[in-house]
Structure formats: structure tokens, C-alpha cells
């Protein structure tokens, strides 16, 4: 397959300014001066034309019909994303133009590509690891500042460069295990067998490092559910307003005006939440109440967080406390809201656990919100380590090659510990060494590769 020249539409495709129809492969520049009519009918392929770009217009070669305007990019093997020869259409951002660009390209020649193959052909030329490539789409993906941060360190190749230096030193262990076994001759004293030991400690303590940055490394790459909760009128949509910064949801004093959930992300502290506003917590005879309030108890279930809001005005009510006492489970952040109308340190109210913080805030007047973001920073990384550097765990797929790897240098540890033969050693180590690889590629299985890339959108 990487003898055929790619086509595809790599820009969204509706109405925009502009469009892009992406050609990679040893043909591209072949069909490019099939199609392409530089204007002013000027010779543009004399020499050498790449990393330039040239205005024209593309036409069907059939009939000499001129399709559109545009200008195309021209990159030489290697020196393109993909290491072929490349060639970019920039066209106008319509439907009608991409589509007629991409069936005259497919109509010289080209096969239309499949989804993620450019970026599959940089990993298989060498242009991109696992890790880069998987940061591509999560560049795309991003919600926030942070999320693209880290996606752009890991595109970058820095965690890779930790993953291969991890990966460097199991292979010189091993290397040393392996010898051992070669020339029994020279079988470690004792005291060998110790520093064998102190370096798979020390293996195990940076792979260990890289798990624990996990689970902070997923919620900057996908984010929280955070659920607004509590009894009618008590603020809860005014709370979504107010951190949103608009009027997404209608706000009333008629209790009960929420009947359905109201989702929408929103940035704090650079992570990417997912707010949800809930039908008011309590027993209703209204069919259509009814149904959002057992809407709201499921989406409960599934938050990550609570906000869980009371009305200063009515105070801390045994409805309140018991609602509470049903999400003694749960991680939440008790908010007293309406201060503007009852004034701070009115209401004294606690989760019946003990266990999560309260604050005082006004949804009308914005008061407190800049502590409830603060707060929501900190319970959600409440434990959790920060790295220095850009080694964040991001994604699930790398987490659990990690733990695999983990488990594996763990079982070798032990067998030194134990005294166990070498070549028992060597098994594990090695199993470690080849799992650990997976997540660059290195040591990946075409059914991973395929996986991975199938989640890719046809034009990258």
C-alpha cells in the first residue's frame, strides 16, 4: 500500500475560506502537473520546485475545464510529513470545489486514502512514533490551553525521549543479565547482583513516576463531569451561567424550571470540564419533573465531582442534609450560594462525611467563584503528583503499556531478590523491554498500529 499515490480532503468539509485537498506518495508530483495551470501560463516545474507555492488553477484534464483557483504547496521526500513527495491544494473552502479537486486527482491515478493514513505513513517512514502521532489527534482534540500544551510536548517527542531513555537503560540491564548467562564463567559475585538490583529499582521508580502522572495527564487530554446539584431554586443554573459567562440556562424563581440536563465545557485552571445543570432535587406529581429529577440522579451517579448548591436565603434544611448524606460516595464541594442577599457567615452547613470543603459564593454577583476554581483545581489533583518537565501520562493506551511493564519489572525484582537463575530473569526483563516498546512503536503489533490509526480522521 505505500507504493500508492494518497488522495484525500484534509480540511472540515462545509463552507469556509478556504480548503484542502492533500496528495502523498511517489505520483503526487506527476499528477500535480496533470492538473495544476500556473497562471500567466508560466513553466512552474523546472528545477527544483519544492517547499515553494504556486497560484493557478486546476483543471480536468479530459476536457480542460477550469475547476478553481488556487495555490498549491509542493513538498519533496523527505522533508514532508509524510517523507514523500507531498502536494497540497489550497482551494476555496467550499464543498462542491473540494470534492471535483478530489475526484480529478483520484481520476490521474491517486487512491483515495483511508482514515489516518497520512499520519500511519510518517510512522512507518520514520517521520513520527506512536506517541507523536496519537499527540496529533489530541492536538486536535484539545479543550483547553494545558490540553494542547501537553499534546504539543509529546508531538514534540518529549515524552518519547523519556519512554527511549527508560527503554535504554532495561536493554543495558538486560544486556548484563543476558552476558551472565553467555559466560557462566564470570557469574556476578553477590555484590554484582546488588547493583543489578539498585537498577531495576531505580527502572521501576521512573516507570512507577510516569503512572502516577496519569491520571492528571488524562483529565488535562479529556476532562471532568461536574454535576450542579441540589433542591429547586436553589442557583444551580445561575451557577452554570455565571462560570460559563453567558446565559445558556433560563433562570426563574419559579421552582422546577429546569426539567431536563444542560451540558456545556468550560476552562478552569486549565481543565476542561463538562458542566452540567440538573433538574432540582426533590418529590414531584409532575410527569415531566419527574423524569429530569431521576435524570439528574443518574447523571450523580456518573459525576466525577458535585457542586452541590444550598440557598442561603432558606439555610442548611434536612432536605439538604439528607440529599447530602446520598452522595457520601462521592467527590463534592458543598456551595452556599445567595450571599449577596443573606451576607457571608450567615448559614452554617457541613457534608454529614465531614469531608468536603464549603464555600460561601453568589452566583449573581460572581462572589467566591474565583475560590470555588481554586478549589475545583485542588480537589481534583488532591494527591496526585506534579511532575517537572512534560511527562504526563495522557493517554489510557500508554497508562496501561506502563502497568503491563511495571508488572513485569516487579516479577524480575523479585527473582533477583530470590536468587533465582538468570535466564528466569532475563524472561521478565525482556517481556518488560518489549512492552515498554509498545508505546512508541517500536515493539507494536500491526493490530495495534491499525487500532490506533482507525481513530483518525481520513484527510490526517
Known sequence: MLSDTIAAI??????????????????AFDIARKVFIPAGGKEWWEGNPGYRLFYGYVSEPRNSEIIDEVLIGVMAAPKSYTKEDVVEFNCHGGLIPLRKILETVLGQGARLAEPGEFSRRAFLNGRLDLIQAEAVIDIIRAKTDAGLKLAVSQLKGEFSGKVGEIQKELTALLAEVEASIDFPDEFPEPEDRFQIREKLVKILKQVGFLIDSAEKGKIYREGILAVIAGRPNAGKSSLLNALLKEKR????????????????????????????????????????????????????????????????????????????????????????????????????????????????????????????????????????????????????????????????????????????????????????????????????????????????????
Open 249 to 460: 440556562a433560563i433562570v426563574t424563581e419559579i421552582p422546577g424550571t429546569t426539567r431536563d440536563i444542560i451540558e456545556e465545557v468550560v476552562n478552569i485552571k486549565g481543565i476542561p470540564i463538562k458542566l452540567a445543570d440538573t433538574a432540582g432535587l426533590r418529590p414531584t406529581d409532575d410527569p415531566v419533573e419527574s423524569i429530569g429529577v431521576q435524570r439528574s440522579r443518574d447523571a450523580l451517579e456518573s459525576a466525577d465531582l458535585v457542586l452541590f448548591i444550598i440557598d442561603a436565603v432558606q439555610g442548611f434544611t434536612k432536605e439538604d442534609r439528607e440529599l447530602l448524606e446520598g452522595l457520601h460516595k462521592k467527590r463534592k464541594i458543598l456551595l452556599i450560594n445567595k450571599i449577596d442577599l443573606t451576607g457571608a457567615g450567615r448559614v452554617s452547613a457541613s457534608c454529614p462525611d465531614g469531608e468536603c470543603p464549603v464555600l460561601e459564593i453568589s452566583a449573581k454577583t460572581g462572589a467566591g467563584l474565583e475560590e470555588l476554581s481554586n478549589t475545583i483545581e485542588k480537589i481534583v489533583f488532591e494527591g496526585k503528583i506534579e511532575p517537572g518537565g512534560n511527562y504526563l501520562v495522557s493517554n489510557v493506551r500508554h497508562r496501561d503499556i506502563l502497568r503491563r511493564c511495571e508488572d513485569h519489572l516487579k516479577e524480575a525484582l523479585q527473582a533477583v531478590e530470590e536468587g533465582l537463575p538468570e535466564d528466569l530473569q532475563a524472561v521478565d526483563l525482556h517481556a518488560a523491554w518489549v512492552t515498554l516498546g509498545e508505546i512508541t512503536g517500536s515493539t507494536a503489533t500491526e493490530e495495534i498500529i491499525d487500532h490506533i490509526f482507525a481513530n483518525f480522521c481520513i484527510g490526517k
Open 10 to 27: 484534509s480540511t472540515p468539509l462545509g463552507e469556509g475560506g478556504i480548503g484542502i485537498v492533500r496528495l502523498s506518495g511517489h505520483r
